[in-house]
């Protein structure tokens, strides 16, 4: 079963910067895509970033220009940097691992981004 643990998680101050980490129970190679989704008080969870297995990268919209996906495969740990934080930035982040018709998610980290 694969396993994800998120980290990193708190409160900040609008315009400051926070990086999460997602450490993965299994080679993060071997998954064809990971990624952060996040899920905002009373609405539906959406996609803030991707990489996939070759490093491609994919970016919500709204997050583009802010923030950074990254990996690395000697921890098996993906990181989202986050920076100019907004208020709209508040929500509950989650780590999500696809390895062909399979997912799997972490438990989700707090964010908040106080004005």
């Known amino acids: 079963q694969v396993q994800l643990v998120e980290s990193g998680g708190g409160l900040v101050q609008a315009g400051g910067s926070l990086r999460l980490a997602c450490a993965a129970s299994?080679?993060?190679?071997?998954?064809?895509?990971m990624g952060w989704y996040r899920q905002p008080p009373g609405n539906q969870r959406e996609l803030v970033a991707t990489?996939?297995?070759?490093?491609?990268?994919n970016y919500g919209d709204s997050v583009k220009g802010r923030f950074t996906i990254s990996r690395d495969g000697t921890t098996n740990t993906i990181y989202l940097q986050m920076s100019s934080l907004k208020s709209m930035d508040t929500a509950v982040y989650y780590c999500?691992?696809?390895?062909?018709?399979?997912?799997?998610w972490g438990q989700g980290t707090l964010v908040t981004v106080s004005s």
């Open positions: 299994e080679n993060i190679f071997d998954f064809n895509y």
């Open positions: 990489i996939n297995v070759g490093g491609i990268t």
């Open positions: 999500q691992a696809r390895r062909l018709r399979s997912e799997w």
